[in-house]
């Protein structure tokens, strides 16, 4: 069974940082990487960012040069530096696995406004 627990959300000031953290369990030998997701209120769910176990790196555009993924076991963590946030970064924040599992987490939320 597949599982994501995401924690490290919280409220911040425009320009603020966080850092988000993934575990992950049940579907490592089936994939190719981990990704960040993420879903404002109203909006459909988005990319955000992923990292392959070829050691490639995606980010969607709105958060090149802000945001940077990393990991320390691609088969069970990934974890998302956000700098610079902006209110528009603001939703709640899901991992998965790449390619993606229908199974989805609590995700945590991400508050940026003054």
């Known amino acids: 069974q597949v599982q994501f627990v995401e924690s490290g959300g919280g409220l911040v000031q425009p320009g603020g940082s966080l850092r988000l953290s993934c575990a992950a369990s049940?579907?490592?030998?089936?994939?190719?990487?981990m990704a960040w997701h993420r879903q404002a209120p109203g909006k459909e769910r988005e990319f955000v960012a992923q990292?392959?176990?070829?050691?490639?790196?995606y980010y969607r555009e709105t958060v090149q040069g802000r945001f940077t993924i990393s990991t320390d076991n691609i088969k069970t963590s990934v974890y998302l530096q956000m700098n610079d946030l902006k209110p528009e970064d603001s939703a709640i924040y899901y991992c998965?696995?790449?390619?993606?599992?229908?199974?989805w987490g609590q995700g945590t939320q991400v508050t940026v406004s003054s």
């Open positions: 998965n696995y790449v390619p993606k599992k229908p199974d």
């Open positions: 049940g579907a490592s030998y089936t994939s190719l990487g």
């Open positions: 990292i392959l176990r070829d050691g490639k790196i």
